[in-house]
């Protein structure tokens, strides 16, 4: 049987990460204030012009500061760029601690925390944006981040198939490759569904939101719980759809 790597904690996590968290918790508020700037400045200038049509100048003029103080914190745009996806996976990981925390056999680690990732995801279409022109100009970076995510969602799923919460009979990457993609792609084209089931109605895009989240997470719960868990896995995901998700203190980024 593959070995189960332990519960994640802070001290698993890499030397670097916290490194670099505890470099940040010594700035002060305003030059955190400031970082924030920046970075929300940078995300949407990446997402509206791609990186190959943004310059640090217009990040700094959208963010309100120098282009030399730009250059101070990040260095480079390719820096600027990584730094701006390292937030996002950092933001999901601030989300996602609590389910991170539960144990490896933990089944409300899958119900729970594909409800939270829906969530999430709404606060993260900038980002996807971003991504696509990442895609279309060939410069994906490689974070390691978001692969060692990646792989403790692995390591959680493969657990529960071997204590039979989740069938077996189901393909683990190409299982988590769809959920990633449903989600994302509802969020990418989420206002095209409203315009085209709801035209001119503003308050559209909320209901579609809340049947489209119960429509996919029922269904993936049905999919690949096994039958004696699959009815207080529904009960579950039912209770956590009336409560609210976690968020990142800066959530109200769009």
């Known amino acids: 049987m593959r070995e189960v790597r332990p ?17 940040e918790r010594l700035l002060s508020p305003e ?20 990186y190959a049509g943004t310059s640090l100048r217009w990040v700094a003029e ?5 282009q030399p103080l730009v250059s ?19 933001d999901y990981e601030v989300v996602q601690a609590d389910q991170f925390a539960r144990e490896l056999d933990d089944p409300d680690f ?6 939270i990732l829906f969530r999430w995801l709404r606060g993260q279409r900038e980002v996807m944006r971003l991504l696509q022109w990442a895609r279309l100009e060939n410069r994906l970076p490689g974070l390691q981040a978001g692969a060692e995510i990646w792989d403790r969602i692995r390591t ?4 529960l198939i071997d ?15 769809f959920i990633d993609a449903v989600m994302k792609g509802f969020w990418d084209r989420r206002d095209d569904y409203v315009a085209l089931l709801q035209p001119g109605d503003s308050d559209a895009g909320a209901e579609l939101e809340r049947i489209c ?3 996919f997470l029922l269904s993936l719960v049905r999919a690949f719980f096994t039958p004696p868990h699959q009815t207080s896995a529904e009960a579950r995901l039912l209770r956590t759809l009336t409560e609210p998700s976690p968020t990142p203190s800066d959530s109200s980024r769009k």
């Not at 189901?170 to 490759?177: P, S, W, Y």
């Open 110 to 115: 899958f119900v729970v925390g594909l409800t």
């Open 163 to 177: 204590t039979g919460v989740l069938r077996e009979d189901i393909d683990l990457d190409g299982a988590l490759i």
């Open 156 to 159: 959680r799923a493969r657990r």
């Open 213 to 215: 989240e119960r429509t």
């Open 7 to 23: 519960v994640d904690d802070d001290r698993t996590r890499p030397l670097r990460q916290r490194a670099k968290r505890s470099a």
């Open 62 to 66: 959208n963010a309100g500061v120098t």
């Open 31 to 50: 030059a955190q204030a400031t970082l924030g700037r920046i970075l929300d400045s940078a995300q949407s200038c990446f997402a509206e012009r791609g």
């Open 72 to 90: 101070h914190y990040f260095g480079s745009k390719d820096q600027l760029f990584e730094a701006v996806l390292a937030r996002s996976i950092a």
